[in-house]
């Protein structure tokens, strides 16, 4: 079964960058949504990226231009490299993972992803 591991990451200061990483294990990337998600003290979670393959990405438009996600198939790993970072992305990220079915487009809804990671923490100040 699928199981994800995140890692990366920590506390920055605004304008600083973070690169998060998703151990991945037990999938195969050409079947699999692979996503980060992240949630906010009292607010509900909400996809920020995901991918489907090497190329297929979706992005929430209050992260497009400063994160980018890809996944790298030989380390079964995920990344979410984080640009240019403010206030208001702290929030713990989550690593998830959700089988492709018949669509093509990563998805940024959470209830389209079974597995999930244990969340790692980003703070901006």
């Known amino acids: 079964h699928v199981q994800l591991v995140e890692s990366g990451g920590g506390s920055v200061q605004a304008g600083g960058s973070l690169n998060l990483a998703c151990a991945a294990s037990g999938y195969d990337h050409k079947w699999w949504f692979m996503a980060w998600f992240r949630q906010a003290p009292g607010k509900e979670r909400e996809g920020v990226a995901a991918?489907?393959?090497?190329?297929?990405?979706a992005y929430a438009d209050s992260v497009k231009g400063r994160f980018t996600i890809s996944q790298n198939n030989a380390e079964n790993t995920v990344y979410l490299q984080m640009n240019d970072l403010k206030t208001e992305d702290t929030a713990i990220y989550y690593c998830?993972?959700?089988?492709?079915?018949?669509?093509?487009?990563?998805?940024?809804?959470?209830?389209?992803?079974?597995?999930w990671g244990q969340g790692t923490q980003v703070t901006v100040s």
């Open positions: 991918i489907l393959g090497a190329s297929k990405t």
């Open positions: 998830a993972a959700g089988p492709k079915g018949w669509s093509w487009t990563p998805p940024l809804t959470a209830d389209s992803y079974t597995v």
